[in-house]
């Protein structure tokens, strides 16, 4: 059978069918990136609007944002904030669950990216004192703008 007449899976239920399980699927691996830290890169070519990988939101913190920010072995947490240029995924909201899905199609090895929505971070000051990339903060816990 050719890709072409293969059926495309809704990308919300595979979303849905992977956070059922609590794993990530398979795809993509944590990687360190020069003057950024972890991240995550796919093993494969992905297309526009597929899922990606998700974290589960762990409560509210006491801004009332979204806190993501304990270590939980999902990859979604680890992926970095990207330009307008850059950004290949999108974070959406799906029950529970924190999901990213593609924006663009993407190669094989490359990092996922996507808009923190903010735009003041520590690691993109001028006057930037701290390491280039503290995982004290996770962005993750911005995402009260998705809510």
Same mark, same amino acid.
Do not use: Q
């Given at each position: ?7 495309r899976?809704?990308?919300?239920e ?28 796919? @093993? ?30 999902? $990859?979604?947490?680890?992926v ?19 999901c990213?899905?593609? @924006? ?8 996922? $990216? ?12 001028? @006057? ?5 990339r ?11 703008? $998705? @809510?």
């Open positions: 059978m050719s890709r072409k007449d293969r059926k899976v809704n990308p919300i595979e979303s849905r069918k992977w956070s059922e399980k609590n794993i990530d699927p398979p795809g993509f691996n944590r990687s360190l990136f020069e003057n950024k830290g972890r991240g995550v890169r796919t @093993t494969g070519r992905r297309n526009a609007g597929d899922f990606f990988v998700s974290v589960y939101r762990k409560g509210y913190n006491n801004e009332g944002s979204v806190d993501a920010s304990e270590e939980d072995g999902r $990859l979604g947490r680890l970095n904030h990207g330009s307008k240029k850059e950004i290949n995924c999108k974070m959406k909201l799906i029950g529970e669950v924190l990213l899905f593609g @924006t663009r199609d993407i190669h094989e090895g490359e990092e996922l $990216l996507y808009d923190y929505g903010l735009k003041s971070y520590p690691w993109n000051s001028k @006057t930037n004192h701290l390491p280039v503290d995982h004290s903060v996770c962005p993750i816990s911005l995402l009260h703008l $998705l @809510t």
